[in-house]
């Protein structure tokens, strides 16, 4: 049963991803003067672009009564959803299945059960009719039983090559321009900015610092542990274990957020259930405090999937109209995707 | 025994403390000219000293093969008995012990049970009788249970209050001078720097900052669980459990560096057993690496316990012989503080 539990926990975790950040440097930013510069030129002018610029003001203004000092300016943002595309499928997962392929040939007697040999008949839609319980079981074999060396080499090579289905690109390229450049004017204001995302930590580390400009030590994700040893040369290393430290999902966020911060965000951007917890967190802190959800509203640009009516609020990943009515009556500020970004992607 | 196991092992992170480094910062490192400042002035010359000159030298010159990209330079320092003075007993254990009678008054019924009716008594001596299953309880019973605000709240106020028995100052005053130099000069040249205690993450995140100059999301320690709830005002919050997350002890340490930093350190600093997997762990990187550990050797100055014989490895806060053997073969420092530091407190 206690192994059943961290399974589906381990489970839960399935929201990961990558992005388009080396385009961010070279587009958009380098145009104007200084002066003049417009932080945010990916926005509409608007109610949420108003918020992110008025928010940056007065914390930073020693002379308002919202002045933040350097040191508690901490911003917390999701990943999946909130700083890259999270459909049809999180990214993290397509990891794994990719990773399948390799688990079997450490340990061939796989090639013969399920879900390993679904997987490797790559028939895309028998993959698509896995269950929960099948994908439990794909990403504890290939989320843990190497090295951590290992698996940031693994899941660093996965990243660069690996491409999107719908826009055939890296997954790293489908990272949101406009959150890019929040993070961006942040970090110029002060903020260290971190990823809070359900998603593996580790596997976030192996490209945050490069697609984002987070090192990893302001990654926070669901964790597993690992294990401490040594090699047959003498020499120690970290084995990662199939065990969960950390489910970084709902309660979990801000649970975790005490755990590898120790103290609450003045800022916190989100875009579905999974982070309603960690909004709430921050918003209910003394002084200013930003609460952002992204809308998913563009079917066309990206993709359309809230809010939506009838889920409940347990499911993660989902942008609930519970979700919404909450943003409204706390104050947060929910940004259309449709209507707030002039652009989606920095290539387009 | 599942939770026997957990209560013994949130006994081992009775390691915990506070320091001197208002006192720092206005001492010593103003009267020569920028240029010709010695950065390291409470140490003697000697090869510990030389060393640390020499790992910042190579690591931040750009044309040294031991150079180190700013964004890795990470250093990691053991807390009690490295950063500041963990004799008689561990300055959290007091702490705990301080904290009994709140819990007392919250908890009635606990008056008449021991061993809180021992530490209720005030008798020094029959609380240094206390075995270390009576310690679980009081660690277990005055680190949990209130808000993570409120545990802020209440250490902030001890540690600004308590007093050390043999020089009777403020434990915050109990500091190195000669390491606050180390903390500042690796700071001053690119290094984050991490405490990585086997005490608990949240009272020693209470303080860091103001005294040590390291923030709250850079302490690394034993860490309990927390759950998230909402108050009778529907304001939520998070309360400490009784849950162990992290014995950031042994292995734990470099299990709790690759959890909280997700990567390993260039530098590392300890003085005792309970450090050994840590230094090892560091020293074992590639590149640069700065493996070192404070020797108490100045029965005078401070306290005389190493390397002592006859003691198992795997007891904590001991430095052995067998851990002084290990820092001779595989090339650690061994700092000497009768020897390498000029004075030991800023206040001296």
Redesign the interface.
Known sequence: MQRRNVLSKIAVLVLIGVCAALTFTTTGLAQAPAQAQDPLPSWNEGPAKQAIVEFVGATTDKASPKFVPP?ER?ATFDQDGTLWVEHPMYTQVMFCLDRVPAVVKAKPELAKVEPFKTVLSGNREAMGELSMDDLEMILMATLSGMS?DEFYAEAKKWIETARDPRWKRPFTELTYLPMLEVLKYLRANGY?TYIVTGGG??FV?AYS?RVYGI???Q?VGT?G????GYGKDG????TKEPKL??NDNF?GK??GI??????RPHAAFGNSTGDR?ML??TG?GAGARLVMLVLHDDAKREYAYGPAEGLPDTKVGTFTQGLYDEAKKDGWFVISMKQDWKKIFAWE
């Not at 005490?258 to 103290?263: C, F, N, Q, S, T």
């Open positions: 040191e901490i951590v260290k930590q580790d580390r610092e090192p990893p030590e990654v964790a542990g690992t294990k401490y020499k120690p290393f970290l430290v950390l309660a801000p649970e005490h755990l590898m911060i120790g103290r917890e709430e967190y209910a």
